[in-house]
């Protein structure tokens, strides 16, 4: 594991120093500073030359800023001559603007793979992206992890396979909550609702059983959480006894807190992706962390090792 360096981005502090620990690999330190007209200037302080680096930073909360800071380390980096530069972000940035849905629309999610391709990025590794086809956007290898597995763990240790059924929020969820089913050996029921505009859902009817169970509804994003917590009281209106919330990317913007706080959903289970702030984990909120995930697959990518084994979550005796 020599020639190795982790280099932990503003955004993901904490994350970066759970896989450090994990690995037992100090964080090679960078010189962060920000002008007083809004330019950031990166140096990273030990030699790279030649090296594998791996640099921890998920594109969420001053979005913009954030990938700013990434362009210009990757720059950086590849100025310094580093070997390979391997991004691990957890949540990619306007990875919603998969398409065009409306005419004069940009594909934003393409123009974040092209600015990271072209910017030195040797590959990337991320979790749960809104789309699949988004890693044929990138020119690079990318290794697309899931975060159902640590929600299927956290369910099968705490409650009765017979109490419970998965649930998809929306038509476009339903192959996330397929997954998580077949993993549980459970069935699915899913929400069918519909988006008049941005950050505002309405739900239509609900499509499946959900009578006297405890009904999981699982996410990628829970962004206002507006819309997951419409869900919950659709399913409870429809008979769940109780809701179990599962969220892989806890953006928790603008009113969010508040509407998780008020929902009818008992636990709302997140990942680490995004850093959450203290003042926002209210006593039904639990965090499961991702870094042992990001720290096999760092090393697995070190050592040239396959991640095969990494993806193999329809094994039910292998659920993480």
């Given at each position: 594991m020599n020639k190795l360096h982790l280099i932990a981005g503003s955004a993901s502090q904490d994350l970066a120093k759970k896989v450090s620990d994990l690995l037992k690999i100090p964080l090679t330190g960078i010189e962060d500073k920000r002008f007083v007209n809004g330019e950031i200037y990166i140096r990273v302080k030990s030699k790279v030359r030649g090296d594998d680096v791996y640099?921890?930073?998920?594109?969420?909360?001053?979005?913009?800023?954030?990938?700013?800071?990434?362009?210009?380390l990757i720059d950086a980096l590849k100025r310094s001559s580093a070997g390979r530069i391997n991004l691990i972000c957890p949540m990619l940035c306007y990875s919603r603007q998969d398409r065009k849905a409306e005419s004069r629309e940009p594909?934003?999610?393409?123009?974040?793979?092209?600015?990271?391709?072209?910017?030195?990025?040797?590959?990337?590794?991320?979790?749960?992206?809104?789309?699949?086809?988004?890693?044929?956007?990138?020119?690079?290898?990318?290794?697309?992890?899931?975060?159902?597995?640590?929600?299927?763990?956290?369910?099968?240790?705490?409650?009765?396979?017979?109490?419970?059924?998965?649930?998809?929020?929306?038509i476009g969820g339903v192959k996330r909550a397929n997954k998580l089913a077949d993993?549980?050996?459970?069935?699915?029921?899913?929400?069918?609702?519909?988006?008049?505009?941005?950050?505002?859902?309405?739900?239509?009817?609900?499509?499946?059983?959900?009578?006297?169970?405890?009904?999981?509804?699982?996410?990628?994003?829970?962004?206002?959480?507006?819309?997951?917590?419409?869900?919950?009281?659709?399913?409870?209106?429809?008979?769940?006894?109780?809701?179990?919330?599962?969220?892989?990317?806890?953006?928790?913007?603008?009113?969010?807190?508040?509407?998780?706080?008020e929902c009818c959903a008992s636990k709302i289970l997140l990942t680490d992706t995004v850093p959450i702030l203290d003042e926002k984990k209210i006593g039904k909120i639990e965090v499961i962390s991702v870094a042992p995930l990001l720290a096999k697959v760092i090393k697995r990518i070190h050592l040239n090792r396959s991640l095969g084994e990494l993806f193999k979550w329809e094994d039910k005796k292998r659920v993480l």
């Open positions: 640099v921890i930073q998920s594109l969420a909360g001053q979005v913009n800023d954030n990938l700013m800071e990434l362009l210009i594909i934003t999610a393409k123009l974040v793979a092209d600015l990271l391709s072209v910017a030195g990025a040797d590959r990337l590794v991320t979790v749960d992206l809104h789309a699949d086809q988004i890693q044929g956007f990138y020119d690079i290898p990318v290794d697309h992890f899931v975060g159902y597995p640590f929600f299927a763990k956290y369910i099968k240790k705490h409650y009765s396979k017979k109490d419970l059924v998965i649930v998809s929020p929306d993993l549980l050996g459970l069935k699915i029921a899913i929400i069918d609702k519909i988006r008049r505009e941005h950050n505002k859902s309405e739900v239509m009817h609900l499509v499946g059983e959900v009578k006297g169970k405890i009904a999981v509804i699982i996410d990628d994003i829970i962004d206002t959480g507006g819309s997951i917590a419409n869900a919950a009281e659709a399913v409870r209106a429809n008979g769940a006894r109780e809701v179990i919330i599962c969220g892989t990317h806890a953006l928790l913007s603008g009113e969010a807190v508040k509407n998780l706080e």
